[in-house]
């Protein structure tokens, strides 16, 4: 399967990400010399190869290629987005049927009691507003199984040890339940039973059952365990992931698939990737493909840690306003924040993600004002309809730039899509303005103001929240509206440095270029580690953990050798997740080698979770003396794949050139009308300053520069805000 790699690296040098936003889809064309240049397409959920195929075009044009030679020329094709988690959102997802342990047959209605997930602050202080998500699953579709194994003990091998078979799965009810499920129709037959993350065994028995009784019927459905998705404790979140893939995760498969037949219609040669929520790039084979739930927006945060590196800088926040929403994320000592518990839709899922926080401040977000005058932004969007100055029927904060003069209508992607000044002021007279009794322009800025505050309170609630100080880090800002809306977002906050790319607003599909071809592997573990064990035990634990160790391995390779890659070029880095004997949560602790064979390599363990203990908590709270408990062994699997540079350039004295210089408009800034030079992004250099007030444009952003402040541009073209 050579010819077919992933990562192939025989010449093949472009590198091309993609990230499918609501509103835009982004393309980063990458040369070897580590230069970019940007494409763009309007997104459309009902034909994303027609997006692809645009996107990428534009990029190509610009090099004057076109798409066909660009992806003979490509080692890495990565395609980021929402597709999965729109799925979710709007229920059009696959009719589930679940078998679970008997006596678990509500655990879909019950949902852990988290009923309060994804609701505002004041909803999820009163009980009597908790609403159940809509359900992923008919409860009438879950049917209970005769079956135990043990699960071991918190406190001590006190008990049967973990995995033992206390009650064999009753085969007569897996029969009745397939042939159930298939007579109403189900899609797709979930199983979750009881401890199958220490022991997958009767998960596997259920499966081989139902398979069975599939062919008989002549019926062809996937048949997914929870143990194959998601094998770590919390039986909760596990059917979250396990309902995710079932639900959403194939039917994405198959429109990811029609865009890689897109890529190899144009004579690419690899195969597509796309990233997984906490970091690195899978195929579209992918088992757990529901852990590409929010592919599009960790692109960023990758380019971020990359930038970070490059720059030296090691703490950034990042801000990511598109057209639905401003996300914001940390990146501290250059470590991206992971969560083991992501919280996404109203469903909390046993998924490792990259921590977010958003809000719903888009540049397409809706503007209106309701019968008791209350001004709203969002949540609903345009999306790819922009505004009522393009096809949409509700005003939108694009709308509200255009009428103010931030954002030229004649250069709306490079003067491809032109925009409706008069339309947009019609609508916000008519939406805004005459309901609060203000001028159109006064209104404006009131949204405007609003909006910005919104993105700062998020902006230093995120740092604050972690218990950091704004002056340690670095913003980062980009997407499509980030760079038109800085100069309001980060009024008044204190940071280190504030910076942007020529290229912010496919920002996030340049991190995609940079993420790793990487696979996490995680099995549950339930070992003990008390104080005063002899070495012969401390011996045995350690081949405890090497064992499951190599069976991760085992696993790594085979997957992606199916996936192309060659397994004698994978590379592993290995961790566990550890607690105290006696404590509730576990920790995450990476080790720097998976050697584990005897008391020495048992300690080296040891010490390290100790290390991270102490990043966390105090050392005060450190508790030795109660032994520790291992509740999971994980490893990450890392093949070769092209990566960006990030290209130095020679430079040149601050006076930006005349051809630098476009001309100027009015753009009504801080309550008045006010000159703003206006510069080609493309034709500043580094060591160029811009000095406000100014507007950078660019075919696929405006940078916004008040006055009395200046825009500078370093060696690598990077931004500086002061």
Known sequence: MSDKSATATDGRQFILAFDA?????????????????????????????????????????????TAEEVHARCGADIY???????????????????????????????????????????????QQLHRHTRPLVDPKNVFGISERLGGGCY?????????????PVNEKQVVKAVNA????????????????????????QAKAIAERVLRERGVSLPVVCSAD????????????????????????????????TQAKAYGYQGRLLTLLSYGGAVNMEYERLYETMISGPIGGLIGAQFIGEKLGIPNIVTADMGGTSFDVGLIVENRLAITKSADIAGHRLALQMVELDSVGSGAGSVVWVDEYKRLHVGPDSAGAKVGVCLNFDRLTVTDINVV???????????????????????????????????????????????????????????????????????????????????YGYAEGIEFADVITLPWAAGFSAFGAACAEYMHRYSRGLRTLIPNGLGEAEQTSIAQQ??????????????????????????????????????QLESFD??????????????????????????????????????????TAVHLEAIAPKPQPVLAEHPLSPPEPDATAFVGSREVYHAGQWTTFNVYEMANLKAGNVVQGPAIIRDPMTTVVVPPGRTMSFDKYRVLHYK
């Open 229 to 260: 998705v998601a094998p770590v404790s919390k039986e909760n979140n596990r059917l979250k992931s396990l309902l995710f893939q079932c639900f959403a995760a194939e039917l994405v498969r198959d429109s990811l698939m029609s865009v890689e």
């Open 545 to 582: 953990i090497r064992s499951a160790w190599e069976g991760l391995e085992a696993d790594a390779r085979m997957e992606m050798q199916h996936e192309g890659v060659d397994p004698d070029k994978v590379t592993f880095r290995y961790g566990v997740a550890a607690r105290y004997i006696g």
């Open 589 to 630: 602790t990476s080790l720097d080698s998976g050697e584990m064979n005897g008391p020495a390599d048992l300690q080296r363990l040891i010490d390290a979770f100790e290390a991270m203990y102490t990043k966390v908590y105090p050392d005060g709270a450190r508790f030795p003396d109660a032994g520790y408990s291992l």
């Open 21 to 65: 936003g609501g509103t835009m889809t982004d393309a980063i064309l990458v040369k070897p010399d580590g230069s970019f240049t940007v494409g763009k397409s309007i997104s459309r959920r009902e034909d994303e190869p027609r997006s692809y195929r645009e996107s990428v075009t534009d990029a190509a044009s610009n090099l004057g290629l």
């Open 155 to 167: 406190q001590g091998n006190i008990h049967l040890p973990p995995g033992a078979a206390l009650i």
């Open 80 to 126: 980021c987005g929402t597709g999965m988690l729109n799925t979710v959102l709007t229920g059009n997802g696959r009719k589930v049927g679940l078998m679970v342990t008997r006596g678990f047959e509500d655990i879909t209605v019950m949902e852990g009691g988290l009923s309060y997930l994804g609701q505002s602050q004041n909803e999820t202080l009163h």
């Open 181 to 204: 499920m298939v007579d109403r129709g189900c899609e797709v037959i979930g199983i979750l039973f009881l401890f199958s993350f220490v022991d997958a065994r009767h998960e596997h």
């Open 404 to 486: 103010m003069g931030y954002v030229d209508p004649d250069y709306f992607l490079g003067g491809q899509v032109k925009l409706d000044r008069d339309k947009a002021m019609a609508a916000l007279e008519e939406a805004v303005a005459k309901p609060l009794g203000l001028n159109v322009y006064e209104a404006g800025a009131g949204v405007l103001d609003i909006v910005n505050t919104q993105m700062n309170d998020l902006l230093r609630t995120m740092i604050a929240a972690k218990g950091y100080d704004t002056h340690d880090f670095t913003l980062l800002y980009y997407g499509g509206a980030g760079p038109v809306h800085m």
